[in-house]
């Protein structure tokens, strides 16, 4: 079983950063693709990024695109989400999900283990 943790989120005003971070148990990290998804109060859990596992390869949500940035540390078992020039409609609970191996995988229910979430809120 895989345990995934997500830190880093907060309240933070329009066109603000933040950082989250999801460490995870996987004794062979490396091998996971790690993405973050998204679930606003009313609405469903959307998809925001993922990177893949051998490649790195990224891919974005287009509501997203060039503000966030996700990244990974393998020495540290930790992916990254970092977010920039936050919106209102940001506000969410982020979760970072994971599953193993390469795919370009988009939709929840394609992965394995998932953290508690991180409560993110942009609010002036």
């Known amino acids: 079983q895989v345990q995934l943790v997500e830190a880093g989120g907060g309240s933070v005003q329009p066109g603000g950063s933040l950082r989250l971070s999801c460490t995870t148990s996987a004794r062979t990290f490396s091998r996971y693709t790690m993405a973050w998804f998204r679930q606003a109060p009313g609405k469903e859990r959307d998809f925001v990024a993922a990177?893949?596992?051998?490649?790195?390869?990224?891919y974005y949500a287009e509501s997203v695109k060039d503000r966030f940035a996700i990244s990974r540390d393998n020495a540290k078992n930790t992916v990254y989400l970092q977010m920039n020039s936050l919106k209102s409609e940001d506000t969410a609970v982020y979760y970072c999900?994971?599953?193993?191996?390469?795919?370009?995988?988009?939709?929840?229910?394609?992965?394995?283990?998932w953290g508690q979430g991180t409560q993110v809120t942009v609010s002036s």
């Open positions: 990177m893949f596992a051998s490649s790195g390869r990224t």
């Open positions: 999900a994971a599953r193993e191996g390469d795919g370009y995988w988009n939709r929840g229910f394609q992965y394995d283990y």
